[in-house]
């Protein structure tokens, strides 16, 4: 058990999701027909509590007219911790914070936790990405990555770009589109992919960086995570790293990040992406994401970062199966607690023509759907081919979202 406790918002949209989480933390189905129904309002995650603490989480919700779930086996003290879901409105959950702060067993510590996590729920979310000489205002509209890959083996546009000429047109044709950001990458991380060597890389994206900065002030972002490619590119007039293992494959590429200014992108992937489709398997789904990209934004911010610097995304298609890919797009809102830009890119992806049993280049109404649909669930950044159509989609999901007649 950790020292301190640290909360999770859970987004609670049926009976049936209410009942999901109480199975999974031990709940008895007597305690689930009870409570099921009330977890419709505000559903707060505790992990693993000691069984005293648990108890005091138990009363005091109680005793504000709420509930908390806990297992089966806390009261016969047959398990040492348990998770626990802290059921009631926000008043409540507020009303709880400031109880917590007189009881034992680091209740107070937990209390502080709930008290920032309800006012991130509550607050604006994060509006602003700082990316070199380049202030991405989010606030009012979301914001569009074109991809370009600069590669021969990408899932759906892998070879039509290779020359650095034919992927400068591609970039400004994007550009024109509406994309906001172009993102360049010269390595294949589709599902079976294997690594190409650091040189190859280097040799593939850097000319495109150097055309493109020629031709464009915009923000440019390097698909990478090799530190040394981060640098050449963050030289050569890149403003934005792309690291799909969030950090982790080469340590130094954060200290390149904030030594150049330039701004994070972080993602969420299980394994590598020549095994990560292999059978992925999750215990809790969002935990488990929610935690890696927690931790990746503590890792980021140790290296240089500064608050408005870093995006997340929660790799769609990295590791995951179509049921997951579904289910984090519907509880996206539950990673706005990490307080960045969401970032999200389900262009074209497998789990679109899973669904519809379509190949790769018929997945553009699906593609318009899943990222309409993420920007009404909170994502600032879409990561897109076919900018145009998603631009205009999109532009219509604001115009419903802000309208107040």
Not at 292 to 303: G, I, M, Y
Request: hydrophobic share 45%; with cysteine.
């Amino acid at each position: 058990m950790t020292d301190i406790l640290s909360p999770r918002a859970l987004l609670i949209a049926s009976r049936e999701d209410a009942a999901r989480e109480m199975l999974k933390i031990g709940v008895c189905q007597g305690g689930i027909d009870a409570m099921e129904g009330k977890a419709r309002t505000l559903v707060i995650k505790v992990t693993d509590a000691t069984v005293p603490a648990a108890h005091v989480l138990k009363q005091q919700m109680l005793s504000l007219g709420a509930d908390a779930a806990v297992a089966k086996d806390v009261i016969t003290h047959a398990v040492d911790s348990t998770d626990v879901l802290i059921i009631g409105t926000p008043r409540q959950m507020r009303d709880l914070t400031r109880k917590l702060s007189w009881q034992p067993f680091g209740l107070p510590e937990l209390g502080e936790r709930i008290g920032e996590l309800l006012d991130a729920l509550d607050g604006p979310g994060a509006s602003v990405l700082r990316a070199g000489p380049y202030t991405l205002d989010l606030s009012e509209r979301v914001h569009f990555m074109g991809i370009l890959n600069v590669t021969p083996d990408s899932f759906s546009d892998g070879g039509d770009y290779l020359r650095p000429t034919a992927a400068a047109e591609r970039a400004l044709a994007m550009i024109e589109e509406g994309a906001d950001i172009i993102d360049i990458g010269g390595q294949s991380s589709r599902p079976g992919s294997e690594p190409v060597t650091e040189e190859e890389e280097l040799k593939r994206v850097v000319p495109v960086v150097e055309r493109l900065r020629d031709e464009w002030d915009g923000p440019l972002s390097i698909d990478t995570y090799r530190a040394r490619v981060a640098e050449e590119a963050l030289l050569a007039g890149a403003s934005i790293v792309n690291d799909i293992t969030a950090f982790t494959a080469e340590p130094r590429i954060g200290r390149v990040t904030a030594d150049a200014g330039a701004a994070a992108v972080l993602m969420h992937m299980q394994g590598a992406p020549a095994t990560m489709q292999k059978s992925p398997s999750y215990e809790d789904l969002m935990g488990e994401v929610a935690f890696f990209l927690k931790a990746a934004v503590e890792r980021a911010a140790s290296a240089g970062l500064g608050d408005d610097q870093i995006a997340v995304d929660p790799g769609i298609g990295f590791g995951k199966t179509t049921q997951h890919n579904l289910a984090i797009l519907r509880r996206l809102p539950e990673l706005a607690v990490l307080g960045k830009p969401i970032l999200v890119g389900p262009s074209r992806k497998s789990f679109i023509g899973n669904v519809l049993d379509l190949p790769v280049g018929e997945r553009l109404e699906g593609t318009l759907a899943t990222a309409a649909y993420a920007v009404a669930q909170g994502a600032k950044i879409l990561r897109v081919h076919d900018v145009r159509p998603t631009v205009r989609a999109v532009r219509m999901v604001e115009a419903c979202i802000a309208s107040s007649a």
